[in-house]
């Protein structure tokens, strides 16, 4: 996933028609800070593993100056709520919808809470690769094989704390700054950071961050 987005690019079904003109006519009724209508407005959905009778949708407007500008919301029947860098929507969205969290899901809701909820720096990226850092120029031999080293797939631990938690261990990307890092999940969904490592710092990236 290099472009740093929480789902893979496949499993996205375009929203278009009278059911796009929809949406559409509901986000702009939900906020007052952007106004989307025309070609250059895309919306996209996909199921969402962990929250199974929603969907989570992308509105990107490619008009828009400098970069296109994406929005996140996720439809529950027909109310929406839009992701805002916050976590306070994922909160009330693990109440109302019912959150299912599994071994099966849980990387999957990892994921989505790091992309979705931000810091000072913004994001928080779980990556894999060196591809998924999303890097700009080149690395040397020597800096890229410390990097394949330094990386890894996450890994849920098979034990499970107080009340089923679980347990992760994943690369994340914040900032320019690599880290290493463990988390707590809690099966009703709150997140928590017990430790993180600096691996490497000063990272340049594409910067392609989702706009909230």
Wanted: charged share 20%.
């Amino acid at each position: 996933m290099s472009n740093h987005e929480p789902f893979p690019n496949e499993g996205w079904t375009a929203l278009s028609g009278a059911d796009r003109e929809a949406f559409l006519a509901q986000v702009n009724a939900l906020q007052e800070k952007f106004s989307f209508s025309g070609e250059g407005v895309f919306v996209h959905w996909r199921p969402v593993p962990f929250y199974p009778r929603c969907a989570l949708i992308r509105l990107t407007d490619t008009d828009w100056s400098p970069l296109p500008l994406t929005l996140w919301f996720v439809g529950q029947g027909g109310s929406l709520t839009m992701l805002d860098g916050t976590s306070r929507p994922i909160h009330d969205l693990n109440q109302k919808a019912g959150i299912e969290l599994t071994p099966e899901t849980i990387l999957d809701y990892l994921r989505f809470f790091c992309f979705f909820v931000h810091g000072d720096a913004g994001p928080f990226h779980i990556v894999e690769t060196v591809e998924d850092l999303g890097l700009l120029g080149s690395l040397t031999d020597g800096q890229r094989l410390q990097l394949e080293e330094a990386l890894f797939a996450p890994l849920l631990d098979e034990r499970t704390g107080d009340g089923g938690s679980f347990f992760i261990s994943a690369n994340i990307l914040y900032g320019d700054t690599l880290y290493r890092a463990k988390f707590r999940i809690l099966p009703t969904g709150p997140v928590e950071m017990l430790e993180d490592e600096s691996l490497f710092g000063g990272l340049v990236t594409a910067g392609n961050m989702p706009q909230l």
